[in-house]
């Protein structure tokens, strides 16, 4: 019997923009995923973020006329867990003989080697990873700093799977859009058109 393909995508989404739905969409038609769980951090420790019930909200609207993508409910444990190797086993008892495919973008898969219980999350996906300009100088080609991450680990005996998401350098990012909305500027094109009037409505980043 064939195993389920299942894309995770962990984020803040504050908010969700159109380079996390491409992303998305790559993950999917690349590695044939057959659904899509969109889980977004409840309280990242690290920074300040807009209430979870608005983050939540704006994703459900964005991925609303997706049969394949779900959204990881706000009622349950998700809401509490605090790191992703939690989310992952709580989606592995709901969905048991699934294969996980992991999706993220560069700067995130490049703190991989930091993440708590690492040793249990990095060997049991595959790392699906998103070219993302990365700030500062001229960075090494995304297969060199993959390579990278991969060899950190090893050091530690653990052994990743991954693989570039074939797509273009996007530079839209959450912190742009709630710069742009600061600013008072248009976010027609940033993100979709239920988020933006999500955003207007409830006057998020101004
Ligand atoms: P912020 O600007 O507030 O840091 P963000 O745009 O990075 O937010 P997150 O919700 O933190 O949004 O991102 C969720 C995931 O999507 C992360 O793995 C991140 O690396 C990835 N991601 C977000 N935007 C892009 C992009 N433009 N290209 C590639 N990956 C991206």
Redesign the pocket.
């Known amino acids: 019997m064939t195993k389920d393909k299942i894309g995770i995508?962990?984020?803040?989404?504050?908010p969700v923009?159109w380079?996390?739905l491409l992303?998305a969409e790559g993950a999917c038609s690349q590695f044939g995923l057959e659904q899509v769980i969109w889980v977004v951090n409840s309280r990242p420790h690290y920074?300040r973020s807009t209430p979870f019930e608005h983050r939540w909200e704006m994703v459900r609207q964005a991925i609303a006329d997706r049969h394949d993508w779900t959204i990881a409910p706000r009622s349950d444990n998700f809401v509490q867990a605090k790191y992703a190797s939690q989310t992952l086993q709580q989606l592995q008892a709901i969905y048991p003989d699934s294969s996980w495919y992991w999706i993220?973008?560069?700067?995130?898969f490049l703190t991989l080697p930091r993440w708590y219980h690492r040793q249990e999350i990095a060997p049991a996906c595959e790392w699906s990873i998103?070219?993302?300009p990365l700030s500062g100088s001229e960075s090494p080609p995304i297969q060199v700093l993959c390579d990278r991450v991969a060899q950190q680990l090893a050091t530690e005996s653990i052994d990743i799977r991954w693989q570039i998401i074939d797509l273009p350098?996007?530079?839209?990012?959450?912190?742009?859009v709630?710069q742009y909305c600061c600013d008072r500027r248009s976010i027609r094109y940033l993100v979709p058109e239920a988020v933006k009037i999500y955003i207007s409505t409830h006057q998020l980043y101004v």
Do not use: Q, Y
């Open positions: 995508f962990g984020g803040t989404f504050d923009h380079a996390h992303i920074k993220l973008g560069l700067d995130t998103a070219p993302r350098l996007v530079g839209i990012s959450a912190s742009l709630r």
